[in-house]
């Protein structure tokens, strides 16, 4: 019977033993998947979940239940992502900062207030005001002589250790309390999600019935979070922005952030990680003071956009108000949703009911930047939101700018689509890695990249207005010589041609009584 292995896995110039060697092998060469253009890292203050570590959600009540619900602070994580879902994204990861006071809700059950004793202590598993809504009640339980513990908050799943049994005792009742709740019951109830107990300073005491009782003193840890929280510290334990390292994010936001010093650390971070910033000036902002802070802050890179601080109107439903936000989150949104070769510019956006420039919508206020104060935005890389847009009566980002001074990057289009392209070959060439370089290691690298490419022109995110081909591998000899061969180098050099943007459309009209029309 003949020897079966996989390809490679066996020195077949060293045979000994007659015999028959059946190699299964494999392609050489891979498939590259598309990294995700969708993901948007949001950094900000929340009521609920936990801290400098990053969670993914996608809708709005999965951000409920990570964060808690929507504030109206400075930085609140809520209000951005609001926005954007609004846009139509559906892909986040959120961070929660502080500023280093937020408080575990907590319940100290069947308290005596004399001697200061309980027999357990349930807290809240997260810090922030959320907590305070964790109702508890100990009632009985369904078999005979035994205790339920109810834990209920607002949307979230209702939580019941059942069948709580004082058959052995007052201490050994309330150290099962305790087990069930931190381990849970079974595989069906298993350990909590709203809260950690721990043992009291009395187990003696018996249970009893205890109704319409919450955990409280949470607190929120918001008070005094500024810029310097949200930007965070990297390293081995990361917080703020740097939670967000290798999280496949595209488009980052700090939410609420206004300090102009932050941009370059944004920069820096958005070109390491692949993210595109998103940042806007503070509210009210003029444009004069706008061009200033760019300039003062020394900043000029395809990985920031900056929107001029003309906040927007948008009614917030979660606390029935009508509020003043940020245009981070409707910039990020829209990005999200749309393919990496279009820039946000002329695309409709939508939850919009007024901006400081135009005033709310009901108003009847029709103001409108005029053409000199675009041009002195865009000529200073800020974007702005306003409405008419150049396809009708809408609201949407008027520019698709970021910050840098090169005119052949400075388009959303080209951040987004260099990030993907890069993210791509990232996350899928390493394959190759400690393979021997040979002319077999050569084409199959050549045939993924082109692949690859010849994938994203036929979908029309890369391309040239002839139709030609629009990208070039080389990996070989040519660009590999042995001398680099022989010190574990190998090289591929690709050039790729992006698609123009429709910026500036002219169209010429030859007209009058005199002028004679030919019909072909």
Do not use: H
């Not at 929107?307 to 948008?314: K, Q, R, S």
């Amino acid at each position: 019977m003949g020897i079966i292995s996989q390809s490679g896995s066996i020195n077949t110039a060293a045979l000994t033993v007659p015999d028959l060697y059946v190699q299964i092998q494999t392609s050489g060469s891979t498939s590259l998947s598309g990294a995700s253009t969708n993901v948007i890292g949001v950094v900000g203050t929340a009521s609920w979940g936990p801290v400098n570590t990053p969670v993914v959600f996608g809708t709005s009540q999965e951000r409920i239940a990570a964060f808690g619900p929507m504030q109206t602070s400075a930085y609140d994580l809520a209000t951005v992502v609001s926005t954007a879902i609004v846009q139509g994204a559906s892909s986040f990861t959120g961070v929660r900062v502080t500023d280093g006071t937020d408080v575990a809700a907590s319940y100290a059950m069947l308290y005596d207030s004399v001697a200061g004793t309980y027999p357990v202590l349930l807290a809240a598993k997260y810090t922030g005001s959320a907590g305070n809504t964790i109702s508890v009640e100990l009632t009985t339980g369904s078999a005979p002589g035994t205790w339920k513990l109810v834990l209920q908050m607002p949307n979230a799943l209702p939580e019941s250790f059942d069948n709580l049994s004082v058959s052995e005792g007052n201490a050994s009742f309330w150290s099962d309390l305790v087990t069930a709740v931190n381990s849970g019951q079974s595989s069906l109830r298993g350990p909590s999600a709203l809260v950690v107990a721990t043992a009291g300073t009395n187990s003696s005491v018996s249970p009893s019935a205890i109704t319409n009782q919450t955990l409280m003193n949470g607190a929120d840890g918001n008070t005094s979070v500024s810029a310097e929280q949200l930007v965070g510290s990297d390293g081995t334990s990361r917080s703020g922005m740097y939670a967000l390292r290798g999280q496949s994010c595209s488009i980052g936001v700090l939410a609420g952030v206004t300090d102009s010093s932050t941009w370059s650390t944004q920069i820096s971070f958005g070109l390491g990680e692949g993210v595109y910033m998103i940042a806007a000036g503070p509210s009210g902002e003029l444009i004069s003071d706008a061009v200033s802070r760019r300039a003062a802050a020394g900043v000029d890179s395809y990985a920031l956009k900056v929107m001029l601080g003309d906040w927007l109107y948008w009614y917030d439903s979660e606390n029935s108000v009508t509020r003043l936000v940020s245009p981070q989150g409707f910039v990020a949104g829209r990005l999200s949703v749309l393919s990496p070769e279009l820039p946000s510019l002329n695309k409709q956006l939508y939850g919009i009911v007024g901006s400081q420039k135009a005033g709310l919508s009901s108003s009847g206020q029709t103001l409108t930047y005029s053409s000199a104060e675009l041009t002195s935005l865009f000529e200073n890389g800020i974007d702005v939101i306003c409405n008419p847009a150049p396809g009708g009566a809408y609201w949407c980002v008027r520019g698709g700018f970021n910050v840098s001074s090169n005119p052949e990057i400075d388009g959303d289009e080209y951040t987004r689509v260099t990030n993907f392209i890069a993210e791509t070959i990232s996350n899928g060439m390493g394959i190759y890695i400690g393979l021997a370089i040979s002319p077999t290691l050569f084409s199959n690298v050549e045939a993924t990249l082109t692949g690859f490419l010849s994938d994203l022109q036929s979908q029309g995110i890369i391309g040239t207005a002839s139709g030609s081909t629009a990208y070039s591998v080389v990996c070989s000899t040519t660009n590999n010589p042995q001398s680099r061969i022989a010190l574990g180098y190998l090289q591929a050099d690709v050039s790729v041609t992006y698609l123009g943007v429709n910026r500036m459309f002219i169209v010429n009209i030859n007209g009058g009584a005199d002028v004679t029309v030919t019909n072909s």
